[in-house]
Nanobody, 123 residues
Framework: QVQLVESGGGLVQPGGSLRLSCAAS????????MGWYRQAPGKEPGKERE???????????NYADSVKGRFTISRDSAKNTLYLQMNSLKPEDTAIYYC?????????????WGQGTLVTVSS
């Protein structure tokens, strides 16, 4: 198991930046894939969460087309923390951002979610 706690959300103007953090309760080296997902406010929880970015244990990253060139996913193994640096924010980036961890549990994976942090992009 792993507990995930997100922080760093808030209100920012269009064009601004925010950095989200996700603190894990265990070594992130033991987690196969970590990532950020988002869900627009008003959507039913658990439904239609959009993948934003992922980072695998070996360091390879993957981004949604809508955030490529603006967002950067990274991690600090010493702090067991995952980050999402968000630049050039747009109103359509407004959402609840969730941290996700996938841990291998043959034949598949177990998935874990944080509680989410709200990002609002508005002037």
């Amino acid at each position: 198991q792993v507990q995930l706690v997100e922080s760093g959300g808030g209100l920012v103007q269009p064009g601004g930046s925010l950095r989200l953090s996700c603190a894990a309760s265990r070594s992130i080296f033991s987690i196969n894939v970590m990532g950020w997902y988002r869900q627009a406010p008003g959507k039913e929880p658990g439904k239609e969460r959009e993948l934003v970015a992922t980072i695998a244990g070996g360091g390879s990253t993957n981004y949604a087309d809508s955030v490529k060139g603006r967002f950067t996913i990274s991690r600090d193994s010493a702090k067991n923390t995952l980050y999402l640096q968000m630049n050039s924010l747009k109103p359509e980036d407004t959402a609840i951002y969730y941290c996700n961890a996938k841990i291998a549990h043959l034949p598949g994976y177990l998935g874990y979610w944080g509680q989410g942090t709200l990002v609002t992009v508005s002037s």
